[in-house]
């Protein structure tokens, strides 16, 4: 016997797919979350999200008592058999007074937290206050220390409590920097320094990331801030104060020496001791007047104590020999963006041998 073919309604298909984006939205809410919002843990983050919770509270008010009387006058006055249009209120003077008064108590509601807070989070506090200048580069960013004569790269080393004042700067383009758990958005902005100021409450490593598109290497600069006791942050300091591992002479981290400065390594990165602010400053310089064509220097990271860092790349490369090795092979193949490739000397006009990735390797992992 014929029977009709069952069709499936794609209502359902639907429905349970429109859940799932909803689920995977969603986890981006849990505070377990590296990146959430909503595990403050420091001073900014926290007015922040008290800012947040204020609004979202006030549009779900709006939400309801917009949402209900629309449900109250489509039930209410729902088309009936035998019933003519309901009575209009066009014109309704207290209706009109109603709904101009009532958007604006609920906007001074949200302008007065959001206005103090605005203020709270770009006055730093008095007191004791660490410097730090942040400077953005394509594709990654530079930390300073004034007061303590280090410059690193991606990772940015707190004691935890610790008031930091940020300096906000960058060579060459337009970077967004946050730190969810910690702090919102701010922009490095060339020729232009922005201020802020944060502290982290606990110990623990934050996930940075450029928070706006800015080039093609946009999803490959994140960066870290640790926070860590007092102690361990100064044991840290001292360690990058000093100047760089020297390698044993005839050992695979000498010849990695070699390497590096018969291929023109230093030229954009420092191996030495603390970078002085003017070096990186005269090589932004020297790439800004260069000639077309010209291989010229460009501001690196500072590779001094680069074996002291977890990670690199732009703080998207676990640092291990392998993953180092890949690097140096091919940067752009790991970093799509990365302007190595296409400015250091080591890949033209000359190569690098394997053997000599290895050697480079073995120095760079020696500079603790
Ligand atoms: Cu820098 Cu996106």
Redesign the pocket.
């Known amino acids: 016997m014929w029977k009709p073919k069952s069709r499936r309604s794609p209502s359902g298909a639907l429905v349970a797919l429109s859940l799932l984006v909803l689920a995977l939205l969603v986890t981006g809410c849990f505070p377990s979350h590296p990146q959430s919002t909503f595990d403050a843990v420091g001073p900014i983050a926290r007015m922040q999200l008290d800012l947040f919770y204020i609004i979202f509270w006030m549009a779900v008010l709006v939400f309801v008592v917009v949402e209900g009387a629309l449900v109250y006058a489509m039930v209410k006055f729902r088309r009936r058999p035998g019933r003519d249009l309901p009575q209009q209120a066009h014109g309704n003077t207290r209706l009109e007074v109603a709904w101009t008064i009532a958007p604006t108590l609920v906007l001074a509601v949200i302008a007065v937290p959001t206005i103090i807070t605005i203020f709270d989070t770009a006055n730093t506090p008095p007191g004791d206050v660490m410097e730090v200048v942040v400077t953005?580069h394509q594709?990654w960013f530079e930390f300073g220390y004034p007061d303590l004569g280090i410059s690193t790269a991606n990772e940015l080393h707190v004691p935890v409590g610790k008031t930091v004042s940020l300096s906000l700067e960058s060579d060459d383009?337009i970077?967004?920097f946050r730190v969810n758990k910690l702090f919102g958005t701010t922009d490095v902005i060339p020729g232009n320094t922005n201020t802020m100021w944060f502290a982290a409450d606990e110990v623990g490593e934050y996930y940075g990331q450029?928070a706006?598109?800015?080039?093609v290497a946009?999803a490959k600069?994140n960066f870290r801030v640790i926070a860590e006791e007092e102690a361990d942050f100064n044991i840290w300091v001292a360690n990058q104060q000093r100047p760089a591992v020297r390698p044993g002479s005839g050992t695979q981290e000498a010849l990695g020496q070699r390497v590096f400065g018969l291929s023109g390594c230093g030229t954009c990165h420092t191996i030495g001791g603390s970078e002085p602010e003017d070096m990186q400053q005269g090589r932004m310089e020297a790439f800004m007047a260069r000639e077309e064509g010209a291989m010229s220097p460009y501001p690196a990271p500072n590779l001094t104590h680069f074996a002291s860092r977890g990670t690199f790349a732009g703080s998207v490369q676990n640092l291990t020999d392998a993953n180092l090795r890949l690097w140096l092979e091919d940067p752009s193949n790991l970093k799509p963006g990365t302007r190595m490739k296409q400015l250091a000397t080591a890949y033209n006009p000359m190569s690098l041998e394997s053997e000599e990735l290895d050697q480079l390797v073995a120095y760079l992992t020696s500079l603790e």
């Open positions: 953005g594709w383009v970077h967004s450029c706006e598109f800015c080039g946009h600069m």
